[in-house]
């Protein structure tokens, strides 16, 4: 064979995996994701369905019980309605009333039931610097 | 006094990279005299941002709150370390920082380059002080980001700094990062200085090689820092969680790896230039990105985002620079074409491609995923978003794959490699990985994993060919200038500083991984609620929770627990994790109840080991003491009032209040008794926790090998250090260096390179024979085209 086909074939190859990557990340992606939703949107959520709740704690709404955590989300805005939520697993050292969260997890009768270990809480300092992990 | 001096400072800075830009460019056509003044404006505006960073900093130290920035992120109570590493907690702070740290590497860039490629040199300066001159104008005009604001009057006291970045390594965190961020800018500056110009040698790489080689070590350092803090004092047990901004900094990192790799490709067979050029403005790029990521609200992100006006600029000048280096890189295609083609798939530089594009694509995932949630309410107008399994499910075979290719790389020499060469220098490094192998599936369940299995059984292949590596050049180098073994180990890593520096990276990062998939995929996890007395078994340790803790000051409750751990064959061990409370800061003196509404952070009881950690967290019961609080703060308020029948030591403090509110010169001592007051109330508090007896929740992790991630780490930069440690021969080198000269000088490093391999016996007889007449050949061009050049100026002399 000589090499100018060669290298044609190469870069065929190369291409073809590039493509097929790129497609599998498109079609996973799309597929594994949860939606983000905030909590006046999840009043009227369809059951079974997982979503990310982003959302801010209603002050002097945490309530802990052997279970685990009982709280009340409401939008980032402050307004509309809030939402009662169930929490087991670990908490973040910065979840308190006030703060935004994250939660993954679904609606059951009126109440977002949150997956263990998927409550993430933003860091509230005004630290903007690069400041990871 | 300072605001006026360090706003002068800093609009000067602004002018005199302004300056320096037009005077590089006025002096591109070789003009000695505005390139000098422009290379000593650049050092000028060193000398000026530093001023305004001593001002800042003797601002801190002497808790000058007249300043908005230190009224925001420090207190009179702020301790002193944290004080001085304030600065980069704040917006404006931050950007003074990255000003800051490009002034010092350009400075260095063109000290170091002072006598070289004439031509680049105004180029390169120009892209430099563009960038500076774009961050201190930011600072000045962008809006509200400005340092030296002032505060009228100025407060008697700050906000301080949150608790939960009072941590060590959280304040040198940042600055490393930043530092990786901002070296990036020099190779980049001068990549587009060789594409105006089409220098398009290796030259402009030899010049900045050492500057993406620092930009890395520093990347690399700020994410392990950041690893490392997230473990140690988040309270979660992890130390990666696929986040915005943990991506926004590992992605210019694995792009910056792989330039350091492609450009060897370029620098010993003239190959990749192309490739280099785009890798180093993508580089660039992402860490502008990186950079503008954690001052926008674009991304969901547990870091907190500050609301700012500066996010849309940064995003000017990331287009700024993705679409005039894309046009400059298009317009000098022709000149970026390389004569040159991959001899064979069996040579490093094939393998290095190969590694190249696993890392780019380890990156176009990672930057799929981190921007999904855009990209998916563009289509289905929904912010969704990419958990951790996603990510893992493609990073994981892509690092697997690199770990692989890293085991063979260096093994290869360059340009091609015969079968019978390849076959002396696979054959340990095979039957080491296969005996590992086959002792992993004997002994242990790492087969449960077969991903994890893949990557110790790869990393094993790849420590061994890399501990060959070093046993062969030390044997080589002993049999040309004897001594013993260890010196000849000594001398042969510090004469091939950038090989051997390089292979001591790869050993680091193998360990690192071998870390990362042990403790990910053999981890015990668990989360128990425990009564004083009461124990659990986890993966064969008996954990008793033996005592409460608990102590109190006038900043923070801290909450703790005693944990006995018995092992069978162990020793028995105590831990002891803790949990504060700490009171809101800088709100003056605040209700008891006020402990329990400011920050909390973890300390966590951690045994580590070489062979696993015991990691602990506890999270106390604290609902019925923070009750009591509650009713201690209602009884104070009856007996400040001066409600009947309270204690005489309130009847006390209500009447200093009172005379207090009449004569204010009594008011310290009338807070002072309140504190008192307050303080014993926190005591009994604190007391009523230990005779509750509550229920705690510990979470309780079992993680193997994790430790090796963190020595990992530290070889890795050890590695890189000697890599960027200068040869003592350039260091005492003043003299002007002709660029021929210096290819000359790198082909005939190349031929002994060659010759080291040879003797090594990497390179079989016939394949050294040949390659050796290929650069003698080459090297002879070189010396020709030299001796051409000296004969056409000689006339002029």
């Known amino acids: 064979m000589d090499p100018q086909r060669k290298r044609k074939i190469r870069l065929v190859v190369a291409l073809s995996v590039a493509v097929l990557l790129a497609a599998a990340l498109v079609y996973t992606s799309f597929s594994a994701s949860t939606e983000a939703k905030e909590p006046s949107q999840l009043l009227s959520a369809a059951p079974g369905t997982t979503y990310d709740m982003t959302g801010k704690v209603v002050k002097g709404s945490v309530r802990r019980d052997d279970g685990g955590l009982r709280f009340r989300v409401s939008d980032r805005d402050g307004r509309g309605g809030s939402l009662p939520v169930t929490y087991s697993g670990t908490v973040p050292d910065p979840f308190r009333g006030g703060r935004e969260i994250v939660l993954t997890g679904q609606v059951e009768r009126g109440v977002f039931v949150g997956e263990p270990d998927t409550l993430v809480t933003k860091c509230p300092s005004k630290f903007t610097a690069a400041n990871d992990s | 006094m300072t605001a006026d001096v360090g706003s002068v400072a800093l609009a000067l800075a602004f002018l005199t990279a302004v300056f320096a830009a037009v005077a590089a460019l006025i002096g591109r056509n070789g003009d000695r005299r505005w390139i ?9 505006l060193c000398a000026l941002i530093t001023l305004c960073v001593v001002l800042i900093e003797v601002a801190f130290a002497g808790d000058d709150f007249s300043l908005n920035i230190v009224q925001q992120h420090s207190s009179i109570e702020t301790p002193a370390f944290y004080k001085l590493a304030a600065m980069w907690s704040s917006q404006e702070g931050s950007l003074l920082l990255w000003a800051w740290v490009l002034s010092i590497a350009s400075s260095a860039a063109l000290y170091a380059t002072r006598n070289r490629l004439r031509e680049l040199v105004p180029y390169a300066t120009a892209v430099m002080m563009g960038v500076a001159a774009f961050f201190t104008g930011l600072m000045l005009f962008g809006g509200g980001v400005d340092p ?50 089409r220098k398009l040698d290796a030259e402009w790489i030899r010049a900045t090689r050492r500057f993406a080689l620092i930009a890395w070590a520093f990347l690399g350092l700020g994410l392990l820092l950041g690893a490392r803090w997230s473990y140690t004092e988040l309270g979660w047990g992890g130390y990666w969680a696929w986040d915005p901004v943990e991506n926004a900094a590992l992605m210019p990192w694995l792009m910056a790896t792989a330039f350091l790799h492609s450009i060897m490709v370029q620098e010993k067979r ?20 990186g950079t503008f990521l954690v001052r926008s609200g674009v991304l969901q992100s547990i870091h907190a985002f500050g609301d700012s006006t500066v996010g849309p600029y940064i995003l000017g000048l990331i287009a700024v620079v993705l679409i005039g280096s894309t046009a400059l890189i298009v317009s000098r295609l022709d000149d970026l074409r390389s004569q040159k083609r991959i001899d064979s798939l069996a040579s490093r530089e094939a393998v290095f491609l190969v590694n190249n594009l696993l890392l780019v694509a380890l990156c176009a995932v990672i930057f799929w995923g981190t921007f999904f949630p855009l990209i998916s309410e563009l289509f289905t107008g929904q912010k969704s978003s990419l ?45 080491v990985a296969a005996a590992v192998a086959l002792a992993l599936a004997v002994f242990t369940d790492a087969l449960q994993s077969p991903w994890a299995f893949a990557l110790f059984v790869f990393a094993a292949f790849a420590l ?50 071998i870390g990362i998939a042990a403790s990910s995929s053999f981890q015990t996890n668990r989360d128990e609620t425990l009564r004083p007395g009461e124990s659990a078994k986890v993966d064969g340790r008996l954990i008793s929770y033996e005592r409460p803790t608990v102590s109190v000051d006038e900043k923070a409750f801290t909450f703790g627990a005693v944990l006995r751990v018995k092992q069978d064959g162990r020793e028995p061990l105590t831990l002891r994790p803790t949990r504060r409370f700490f009171r809101p800061t800088g709100t003056g003196i605040g209700t008891i109840g ?28 604290i609902s019925s003491v923070q009750r009591r609080a509650r009713a201690a703060d209602r009884g104070f308020r009856r007996c400040v009032g001066g409600a009947p029948g309270v204690p005489a ?16 010169s009594l008011r310290p001592i009338a807070l002072a008794q309140i504190t008192t007051l307050q303080g014993a109330i926190a005591e009994r508090l604190a007391r009523s926790y230990l005779d509750d007896r509550g229920p705690a929740t510990f979470r309780v992790i079992v993680d193997p090998l994790v430790t090796w991630m963190w020595i990992g780490g ?12 200068p040869p003592r021969r350039t260091r005492r080198q003043p003299v002007l260096v002709g660029e021929s000269e210096a290819r000359k000088e790198a082909k005939y490093r190349e031929i002994r390179d060659a010759e080291l391999d040879h003797a090594a016996g990497k390179l079989s007889d016939e394949d050294f024979a040949l390659l050796d007449a290929e650069l003698r050949s080459e090297a002879l061009e070189i010396l020709d085209s030299q001796n051409g050049a000296k004969r056409e100026k000689a006339p002029q002399v």
């Open chain 2, 649 to 664: 030591e309130c009847q006390a403090v209500s009447r200093m209040m009172r005379a207090a509110a009449v004569n204010p």
């Open chain 2, 148 to 197: 030296f604001a002032t505060l009228s009057p100025a407060p008697a006291d700050g906000i301080g700094l949150t608790p939960l970045l009072q941590h060590p390594s959280m304040m040198i965190h940042p600055p490393m990062l930043y530092s990786g961020y901002v070296a990036l800018t020099i190779p980049f500056a001068f990549a587009i200085g060789a594409l105006v110009t």
């Open chain 2, 270 to 289: 003239g190959m990749l230039k192309v490739w280099n050029a785009c890798l180093i403005v993508g580089t660039f790029s992402l860490a502008l990105l």
């Open chain 2, 714 to 725: 530290l070889i890795a930069l050890a590695g890189a250090l000697i890599a960027i440690w």
């Open chain 2, 387 to 431: 958990a951790a399994p996603w990510f893992d499910r493609y990073t994981t075979p892509l690092a697997i794959l690199l770990v692989l290719f890293t085991g063979i790389g260096p093994l290869l020499a360059w340009r091609r490699v015969s079968w019978s060469s390849a076959r002396r220098i696979f054959r340990v490094p095979l039957l």
């Open chain 2, 464 to 513: 061994t060919g890399l501990t060959q590596e070093f046993w062969q050049g030390a044997r080589a180098r002993r049999s040309l200038a004897g001594g013993s073994t260890a010196a000849a180990l000594v001398a042969v890593v510090s004469r091939n500083r950038r090989r051997y520096g390089g292979y001591i990276v790869h050993a680091g990062v193998a360990v690192l991984l």
């Open chain 2, 594 to 621: 006020s402990y329990f509404d400011g920050e909390a952070t973890s300390e966590v009881g951690l045994k580590a080991g070489l062979g696993s950690d015991l990691w602990t967290a506890v999270q106390p019961d």
């Open chain 2, 36 to 44: 000098d003044i422009s290379r000593r404006a650049v050092y000028g």
